[in-house]
């Protein structure tokens, strides 16, 4: 939902600490990135959140490096922008399964398997349609974002996801309750997409 409004000024607030990235890969920011979000992931499983929000957070923070790195470097590449979902779709499943066999609690293997359930709904919801958008000639060349491809807003989008783990993994005994509620709140999203798709695509 935020998204939008925080792409718009996301390079302007990251370039001085691109500046510090120099000539480094892209691809090796997103690959760090990635590692970290790993680690985070096994820190909440090994129950010390206080460790893995931090990390949690860079791996956030990286993720925004890698691509404003690409565009001043002049390196975007379709390839880029798909490795860099892959890791994060990655890292989205790894932490909320970190939390979720932290604690012996029945209630978070039902709730993490709604949420990832949710997920896999919510991603043919969005990438779909981001597809048929592209094929339309609506996509991101008509939209005017910096991504490779355009991302169709809902109520929850990458930075909604930034603040609910954080809540994970602040208050991992209240996992059960916070993740159904956020799968809730996906799927909210995902009947937005439905009846705007079903306005405009026919």
């Known amino acids: ?29 997103s690959l760090t990135a990635f590692l970290i979000g790993l680690i985070a992931a096994w820190l909440a ?5 206080e460790w893995a929000i931090p990390l949690w957070l860079l791996n ?11 565009r001043q470097q002049g ?7 798909y490795v860099d979902i892959l890791l994060d779709f990655a890292v989205y499943a790894a932490v909320p399964l970190g939390v979720a066999f ?17 997920y896999y709904v919510n991603s043919a919801s969005w990438m ?26 809902a109520i929850i989008g990458g930075t909604e996801t930034v603040v609910a783990y954080v809540l994970f993994l602040a208050l991992p005994t209240h996992f059960a309750g916070l993740a159904l ?19 405009h695509l026919q």
């Open 102 to 118: 932290s604690l012996d609690n029945p209630n978070n293997m039902l709730a993490v398997g709604v949420l990832l359930a949710t």
């Open 60 to 70: 956030r923070l990286l993720d925004g490096v890698d691509g404003a790195l690409a």
């Open 1 to 29: 939902m935020l998204d939008r409004t925080i792409r718009r000024v996301k390079d302007a607030w990251l370039h001085p600490l691109v500046l510090l990235f120099g000539n480094t890969s892209p691809y090796v920011v």
């Open 128 to 153: 779909y349609l981001s597809a048929l958008l592209e094929k339309r000639q609506n996509g991101v060349f008509a939209t005017q974002e910096q991504t490779s491809v355009t991302m169709p807003e």
């Open 181 to 199: 509620l956020f799968s809730l709140l996906i799927a909210v999203g995902v009947a937005q997409r439905l009846l705007w798709a079903r306005r």
């Open 75 to 81: 390196r975007q590449s379709d390839f880029g922008g």
């Open 45 to 49: 499983w090994t129950q010390c959140y």
